[in-house]
């Protein structure tokens, strides 16, 4: 079946304007997470979807970073008035959400490599 | 701070030779699991090992778990130049309430030379 999806695969901005990213999970995925890499590191958690619930965002960096998913299912990930050090590959990632103390499986999209001249 | 710190940070052997990277975190987990993740792109899942388990394998790979060190470790066996990627381990936390994220390592690359 399809696995996780984003979109775009690059995008290049200028500093101060803003961008979206899109996140389109596995089907029947309850449980939607994004996450951002920067060169050579690990990854940051930024955001948790699951089903209905308020979103977990406490890893939000900023008040310029805000995400929404429509429907349970795909996401929008937006970054407000962009700053060079928002150059990142942003991963989105799904899993079931059946579990009651997280830690699923979780699977990855492709990622979106922003870069913020 | 990375709840999960791997090392070593790099990895250089020959094709067919073993690869062991190690993986400690600091607080209570409920499972910890490796990461694959090829040319900075996206992670693929290897395998999970839960906190009552205290080995694991899967074809060429062998993750073991001590609680007791809060430190895990992954082999790959007779390794191939296909192998050559970053690998994480990502704890999920006990403590961590509603939240459900995975918190990762700083990722050990792995060079296999043919």
């Known amino acids: 079946g399809a696995g996780v999806s984003q979109s775009p695969s690059n995008k290049v901005t200028e500093k101060g304007k803003d961008v979206e990213l899109r996140c389109d999970p596995i089907?029947?995925?309850?449980?939607l997470y994004w996450y951002r890499q920067s060169l050579g590191q690990g990854l940051e958690f930024l955001i948790y979807?699951?089903?209905?619930?308020?979103?977990?965002k406490s890893g939000l960096p900023s008040d310029r970073f805000s995400a929404e998913r429509t429907g349970g299912s795909v996401s929008t990930l937006t970054i407000q008035r962009t700053q060079q050090e928002d150059s990142a590959v942003y991963l989105c990632?799904?899993?079931?959400?059946?579990?009651?103390?997280?830690?699923?499986?979780?699977?990855f999209g492709p990622g979106t490599r922003l870069l913020v001249l | 701070s990375q709840q999960g710190e791997e090392d070593p940070q790099a990895l250089s052997i020959q094709e067919g030779e073993n690869a062991t990277m190690n993986c400690s975190y600091k607080?209570?987990?409920?499972?910890l699991q490796w990461y694959r993740q090829n040319s900075g792109r996206g992670l693929v899942h290897l395998i999970l090992?839960?906190?009552?388990?205290r080995e694991k394998h899967s074809g060429r790979l062998r993750v073991t778990l001590d609680t007791s060190k809060k430190s895990s470790s992954l082999l790959i066996t007779a390794s191939r130049a296909a192998d050559t990627a970053s690998y994480f381990c990502?704890?999920?936390?006990?403590?961590?309430?509603?939240?459900?994220?995975?918190?990762f390592g700083s990722g050990t690359q792995l060079t296999v030379l043919p």
């Open positions: 990632a799904s899993s079931l959400g059946l579990s009651p103390t997280g830690g699923e499986t979780q699977y």
């Open positions: 089907s029947g995925h309850t449980a």
């Open positions: 979807f699951q089903g209905n619930s308020a979103p977990d």
């Open positions: 607080t209570s987990i409920n499972n």
């Open positions: 090992i839960r906190s009552n388990e």
């Open positions: 990502a704890t999920s936390l006990i403590s961590s309430g509603s939240a459900r994220q995975l918190t």
